[in-house]
């Protein structure tokens, strides 16, 4: 039997518009869960996330969506007042999901550009131009040859600008700690139903330091330790905080992280299933997670990457 919520329960999604927001906003509604959407995009994208709200709308699902700043305690209010009303007596916030994806990119100092030596000598081996043999290679690894991710050209990274601690402030806020916010003014409106589910987003950056990642992942970790907080300190109203960790995922997202295709490309090889964690698979997830056989699951970091993490690069 598949498993069906009530249409009583409700989803907030912050971040909801695409990536691994919308999937999860997708699966929950085709589980007949009601929706409450926050996400900020320009206008010149809405044509295409009008679509995809007006496919969730078409399965009878309930869909309240704000094109407005999550981080914006008057939006946070306002979005709460409104879920308030189109809930009624009868509703209850089943799922908080924090998707928002709104951080600094930037390297904390300049990047070190190595002499290609490597290169150099397979050029002279094979007694082709060095400027020849990078093209070929450059547009391989573009059409998809992943083994050659080592020769071809690096990510060019900013060199205008460098973190500074208010870059790491709004990035904390905006990616990690915003989820205490929104969690706390949820439980003081009353608005959590008996059985909750609180869902955060991390990322092998957590433990990994990549190049330009450096504030995102320190969001990553505190988002992390706001949500074992939450786990503890909010059990006995039937609260229950996750955090998701998905494999390498190409996401809007991830395509904005200097060196994303290097990264998609070492997850390639080193994932079992040699596939990227799509979107699909982390919304199966926080849904399986989201069900009354799930509630004894608190507190935890779970990762869902097929494997990613436990594979090394054997081939």
Known sequence: MTMRFLNTDWAIILGGSSGFGLATAHKLSAHGMSLCIVHRDRRGAMARIDAEFERIRSRGTNLL?????????E???????????AMGPAGSV?????SIAFGNLKLVAPDERLERDDLSSLATELAVEPDRLTQTIDRLFAE???AL?????????????FLDEEDFALTIHSMG???LGWTQEIVRRGLFGDDARVFGLTSEGNQLAWKGYAAVAAAKVALESVARSIAVEMAHRGIRCNVIQAGVTDTPALRLIPGAEQLKSQARRRNPFRRLTTPQDVANAIFLLSTAEAAWINGEVIR???GEHVSGLSR
């Open 65 to 73: 969506a704000f094109n407005a700043d999550a981080l914006d305690r």
């Open 75 to 85: 939006t946070r209010a306002m979005v709460l007042d409104g879920l308030r009303e």
């Open 94 to 98: 089943r799922v908080l999901l924090h």
């Open 144 to 146: 998809g040859v992943d």
């Open 149 to 161: 991710h080592t020769l071809a050209s690096p990510p060019a990274y900013p060199t205008a600008s």
């Open 177 to 179: 700690t915003s989820l």
């Open 304 to 306: 869902v990457d097929g």
